[in-house]
């Protein structure tokens, strides 16, 4: 679902694990794969986080990116959002999903003002739930979708495969800062 990055590459420090791989299905084998990584995701997250300051909180985890705590605000709000979408998309025939403005989001006061730990709490609390509606889905409910504002109609197969990847690369930032702080 990803592609290797290569470290002299210049894109490694803004995709260590390689850019998404869009693609409208997947095969049950990597659809377990990415639901068991949606459920991982909170306990690899907090383990990222483990032992940073508060002042290495406020560092960014590579040049010209957001900080750790931004980071870490940004995958709670993606990761509800998702949950929502997948909700939508189940119980609506292609719903419209609405795009939102990240970078106005990271500089809002709940994201300057509270710790990266509480939107650790929120991921693992949203992810609870999202695996437990994604691993009791019936597989022909993957093919449902939705309808996106800027990309157009995604499958939920997608989406599963998105957000697997989308934390597994905000925790591979993390790590990379973990590394240069060493």
């Given at each position: ?138 597989p022909d409910d993957f093919a449902r979708g939705m309808l ?35």
């Open positions: 679902m990803s592609v290797a990055v290569s470290e002299s590459s210049p894109d490694a420090s803004r995709y260590p694990i390689g850019k998404f791989d869009r693609r409208v299905s997947y095969s049950a084998e990597e659809r377990a794969a990415s639901i068991a990584r949606i459920a991982a995701l909170p306990a690899a997250l907090a383990a990222a986080l483990s032992g940073l300051s508060d002042a290495q909180f406020d560092l960014p985890y590579r040049d010209g990116g957001w900080t750790v705590r931004q980071l870490v605000h940004h995958v709670a709000d993606s990761h509800a959002n998702a949950f929502i979408r997948l909700k939508l998309a189940l119980t609506e025939q292609d719903p419209p999903i609405k795009a939102y403005d990240q970078d106005a989001w990271v500089e809002l006061a709940d994201v300057r003002d509270v710790s990266p730990m509480v939107s650790v709490a929120m991921t693992a609390a949203i992810h609870e739930r999202f695996a437990a509606v994604l691993r009791a889905m019936p996106h504002s800027e990309n157009g109609r995604m499958s939920i197969d997608t989406l599963v495969a998105l957000y697997a990847w989308h934390g597994d690369h905000h925790v591979a930032h993390i790590r990379a800062l973990r590394a240069r702080l060493a």
